[in-house]
């Protein structure tokens, strides 16, 4: 007799430190809230608060639970967390990111009741030694290691996670319809001038994004045309030194710190060329976001960046740190309409054919399904007790 595997309804639990507004936080929400719910029954788990993502999911009618970890290693937020798994039962428990990677692991155990995916959505040099370690100790704990792009797989093979046990599965972007509505109402609203240039940067203000080098760039793009005016979006850490730095290089009145706004994919489309100073990436969601809206775009030529943008085509890739390159290359693009108009439409093309939402949710979907069936398939070989 041939038995299914599919003919019940896949538990799904998603753990993830926060659903702060962030890109692995905005994945993770828009596969819970897509999935189909004719075969996955969704509970999210999230470390230590909520955040803007919470009221996304509840409004899609998925479960969220919040555990409220208080420090890196919390035993009470962890017990917590098993507790919560056991009562909810799950088929599989998908992590994101590095803390609830570790604690979904840890909880579950060597020979966990559950088939355990951990999602690794960057290139980790940042990683200290122990945690490097941590990830090691816990391979054998990890049925299936999700890597957003080529580089973040390549990452991991490079620390020792075996290979046919990782699987690539890229951002999804959705592709808005184009339209400049807006604009006159954004100059405005910061003081520019109608025929203002808008490069834009959409992103943590931490060291790893060098939005210091796009201050660079501004300064010497400015002096190359007048019209040039830097929009950077997100909070961090390094606000109040980039703020002090634009009054420094004296370029403080060609750029606006916009913090974070919850209209950014609206703004993204209303710029003139989008940039992207990082040193290390996963797959950046602003990026694509910035694609998909027509946006060309000058980025650092690192090898997330590759796998989205082939210079001259979608946009130009730049060398890290070549503030120089910057200004030339978007100089290139805002004296030049026809060009900037080609580049931003190759770059929509790309992201519509290639990194669609409903793509990305259906390579999940079909990962689940196979770590389903081999569960239950296990369980049907198993001797009774």
């Given at each position: 007799?041939?038995?299914?595997?599919?003919?019940?309804?896949?538990?799904?639990?998603?753990?993830?430190?926060?659903?702060?507004?962030?890109?692995?936080?905005?994945q993770m929400t828009l596969l819970a809230s897509r999935l189909p719910r004719d075969e996955f029954e969704v509970h999210?788990?999230?470390?230590?608060?909520?955040?803007?993502?919470?009221?996304?999911?509840?409004?899609?009618?998925?479960?969220?639970?919040?555990?409220?970890?208080?420090?890196?290693?919390?035993?009470?937020?962890?017990?917590?967390?098993?507790?919560?798994?056991?009562?909810?039962?799950?088929?599989?428990?998908?992590?994101?990111?590095?803390?609830?990677?570790?604690?979904?692991?840890?909880?579950?155990?060597?020979?966990?009741?559950?088939?355990?995916?951990?999602?690794?959505?960057?290139?980790?040099?940042?990683?200290?030694?122990?945690?490097?370690?941590?990830?090691?100790r816990l391979i054998h704990r990890t049925d299936r290691l999700v890597g957003n792009s080529q580089s973040v797989a390549?990452?991991?093979?490079?620390?020792?996670?075996?290979?046919?046990?990782?699987?690539?599965?890229?951002?999804?972007?959705?592709?808005?319809?184009?339209?400049?509505?807006?604009?006159?109402?954004?100059?405005?609203?910061?003081?520019?001038?109608?025929?203002?240039?808008?490069?834009?940067?959409?992103?943590?203000?931490?060291?790893?994004?060098?939005?210091?080098?796009?201050?660079?760039?501004?300064?010497?793009?400015?002096?190359?045309?007048?019209?040039?005016?830097?929009?950077?979006?997100?909070?961090?850490?390094?606000?109040?030194?980039?703020?002090?730095?634009?009054?420094?290089?004296?370029?403080?009145?060609?750029?606006?710190?916009?913090?974070?706004?919850?209209?950014?994919?609206?703004?993204?489309?209303?710029?003139?060329?989008?940039?992207?100073?990082?040193?290390?990436?996963?797959?950046?969601?602003?990026?694509?976001?910035?694609?998909?809206?027509?946006?060309?775009?000058?980025?650092?030529?690192?090898?997330?960046?590759?796998?989205?943008?082939?210079?001259?085509?979608?946009?130009?890739?730049?060398?890290?740190?070549?503030?120089?390159?910057?200004?030339?290359?978007?100089?290139?693009?805002?004296?030049?309409?026809?060009?900037?108009?080609?580049?931003?439409?190759?770059?929509?093309?790309?992201?519509?054919?290639?990194?669609?939402?409903?793509?990305?949710?259906?390579?999940?979907?079909?990962?689940?399904?196979?770590?389903?069936?081999?569960?239950?398939?296990?369980?049907?070989?198993?001797?009774?007790?």
């Amino acid at each position: 007799m041939q038995i299914s595997y599919f003919s019940a309804v896949i538990k799904l639990a998603l753990v993830i430190p926060t659903l702060d507004r962030s890109g692995a936080e905005k994945q993770m929400t828009l596969l819970a809230s897509r999935l189909p719910r004719d075969e996955f029954e969704v509970h999210v788990f999230a470390l230590t608060r909520g955040g803007p993502f919470e009221q996304s999911l509840r409004e899609a009618d998925v479960p969220v639970t919040i555990l409220g970890k208080r420090w890196k290693f919390d035993p009470a937020s962890m017990l917590r967390l098993r507790s919560a798994l056991r009562e909810f039962k799950p088929d599989i428990v998908h992590t994101w990111l590095f803390a609830a990677n570790a604690y979904g692991r840890i909880v579950g155990g060597g020979r966990s009741a559950w088939k355990t995916v951990v999602s690794e959505r960057c290139v980790d040099s940042w990683k200290a030694g122990w945690q490097l370690w941590l990830d090691q100790r816990l391979i054998h704990r990890t049925d299936r290691l999700v890597g957003n792009s080529q580089s973040v797989a390549e990452f991991y093979r490079e620390h020792g996670f075996p290979e046919d046990r990782m699987t690539v599965i890229p951002n999804g972007i959705a592709v808005p319809e184009r339209s400049p509505k807006g604009r006159e109402q954004l100059l405005e609203e910061l003081e520019l001038p109608a025929d203002a240039k808008l490069i834009g940067h959409v992103g943590r203000l931490a060291k790893q994004k060098r939005v210091e080098d796009l201050l660079w760039s501004i300064q010497l793009l400015r002096q190359a045309d007048a019209r040039a005016c830097l929009l950077v979006i997100g909070e961090g850490p390094e606000r109040d030194s980039l703020v002090q730095r634009t009054l420094a290089l004296e370029c403080d009145k060609h750029v606006r710190f916009l913090g974070h706004r919850s209209d950014a994919s609206r703004l993204l489309s209303l710029l003139d060329v989008y940039w992207l100073g990082s040193d290390f990436e996963g797959m950046s969601n602003s990026l694509m976001e910035a694609m998909a809206a027509g946006v060309p775009v000058v980025v650092t030529d690192i090898p997330p960046n590759r796998e989205l943008v082939q210079h001259d085509q979608q946009g130009y890739l730049v060398n890290v740190g070549d503030g120089l390159g910057f200004a030339q290359f978007t100089r290139r693009l805002i004296e030049d309409a026809e060009l900037a108009r080609k580049l931003g439409e190759a770059g929509r093309t790309h992201m519509r054919e290639e990194f669609s939402i409903d793509k990305m949710v259906q390579s999940h979907a079909k990962l689940y399904r196979e770590l389903s069936a081999n569960r239950q398939a296990t369980k049907t070989l198993q001797p009774p007790r």
